[in-house]
């Protein structure tokens, strides 16, 4: 079993950067491909960014690519998102995820085996 706790999330005007962390819980964190997600209000949630266990292969959506960068330290087990040049359009509830799969499968969120409760990013104009 393994818990996750976002944290970091905020207001942030137009431009501006925030940090997101994801501290899990478990003696297996490095075994999980990690990742972000995020569902705006209306709308389906959506694959962000993703992780593999050793920090050598990530994965971006179009929208977020050169301006999110996702990273890890294992030994904290903790996974982090680092988010500049924020747009209103980013405004979401952002949820990390484990799962036990490759990151080949990133993006589907029905292949995270766990799930954070969220943090609100809320970004104005």
């Known amino acids: 079993q393994v818990q996750l706790i976002e944290s970091g999330g905020g207001l942030v005007q137009a431009g501006g950067s925030l940090r997101l962390s994801c501290a899990a819980s478990?003696?297996?964190?490095?075994?999980?491909?990690m990742g972000w997600f995020r569902q705006a209000p209306g709308k389906e949630r959506e694959f962000v960014a993703a992780i593999n266990w050793n920090s050598d292969t990530f994965k971006y959506a179009d929208a977020v690519n050169g301006r999110f960068t996702i990273s890890r330290d294992n030994a904290k087990s903790t996974v982090y998102l680092q988010m500049n040049s924020l747009k209103p359009e980013d405004t979401a509830v952002y949820y990390c995820?484990?799962?036990?799969?490759?990151?080949?499968?990133?993006?589907?969120?029905?292949?995270?085996?766990?799930w954070g409760q969220g943090t609100q990013v809320t970004v104005s104009s």
């Open positions: 995820a484990a799962s036990r799969g490759s990151i080949t499968l990133a993006t589907t969120a029905t292949l995270y085996n766990y």
């Open positions: 478990g003696r297996t964190f490095s075994a999980y491909t």
